[in-house]
């Protein structure tokens, strides 16, 4: 799950829901800890769904909000009034650079809305209610950095944002949810590519071209997933590098390389040509 899908996924879901009044809150007793918060949410509106980093955040008007994480697999399904799916579509889980339709797992949380219809949330997130205005401080996002698809990143923002970073490169880096929120690995290698920034750079020695190639190209491939996410038609291949070692860089032609970030590191696809090490790149037994 990344940034670009779980706000897919928010935009959906508040299109579904947003104005409407959630009358119930149903919780399986044998799975969940039935939270007073949670079922106080019955009998009030929801104001706002929207997503920040892979956090999916409700905001509901008695200023209490529920906060999900996909740690692991979920879903989300609208039912209509009965019990029927909408359409197959409205199903959404964790998927690598898919959203696909899936069967039902056992429901976590069921909310009848005012019109019959139930949004069920089933799988294993984690599941935080907490009152909206400390919602910040909860100690799961206070640290957490900027989501660059929801905030207006300026270059001075990149920079200081990966001088916070301890990763020693920059593809660890642009992984890390303190520096950036929502980037995960295919969308890491996207970016450095587009940026023509070579994986193992330090991460503090980048330059002022390359830290504005960076802002660009991570707005742009994020911007591309979450589309991809929503389902438009998207020209050309969705990846250039990832998962596609051995292949020509649709760039250069050049064969598209794989290494690891380090010994516990992920995978980092990218084109040894348009992504030149520089003086200041590690080795990669140093990452
Ligand atoms: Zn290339």
């Given at each position: ?87 197959e579509p409205m ?32 799988g294993r997130p ?162």
């Open positions: 799950m990344d940034g670009p899908q779980v706000k897919a996924l928010a935009h959906r879901l508040s299109v579904a829901v947003w104005g409407h009044r959630v009358d119930r809150v149903d919780v399986p007793v044998d799975r969940w800890q039935a939270n007073v918060l949670l079922k106080h949410c019955a009998g009030h509106r929801v104001l706002r769904i929207y997503s920040h980093g892979c956090w999916l955040i409700w905001n509901f008007e008695h200023g209490v909000s529920w906060l999900c994480y996909p740690v692991r697999r979920w879903s989300w399904e609208i039912l209509k009034a009965g019990g029927t799916f909408i359409r199903a959404w889980v964790a998927g690598a650079t898919t959203v696909a339709a899936r069967s039902r797992g056992r429901p976590l949380i069921r909310s009848r809305l005012d019109d019959g219809r139930e949004i069920v949330l089933s984690l599941f935080l209610t907490l009152l909206t205005p400390e919602l910040w401080r909860h100690p799961h996002l206070a640290d957490i950095g900027p989501d660059p698809l929801a905030d207006e990143l300026s270059m001075a923002d990149w920079r200081f944002r990966l001088r916070l970073s301890e990763k020693s490169t920059i593809a660890r880096a642009l992984l890390d949810q303190r520096v950036m929120a929502g980037i995960a690995n295919p969308w890491k290698c996207e970016i450095l590519h587009a940026a023509g920034v070579h994986p193992a750079t330090r991460a503090i020695a980048l330059n002022s071209g390359q830290i504005q190639q960076l802002a660009v190209a991570a707005q742009a491939c994020l911007t591309k997933a979450y589309r991809h996410y929503l389902g438009d038609e998207q020209p050309g291949r969705l990846c250039a590098v990832y998962d596609r070692a051995g292949e020509p860089c649709p760039t250069c032609g050049t064969a598209i390389t794989v290494d690891r970030s380090g010994r516990d590191g992920h995978w980092t696809w990218y084109c040894p040509k348009c992504q030149r090490a520089d003086g200041e790149a590690l080795l990669f037994d140093d990452w």
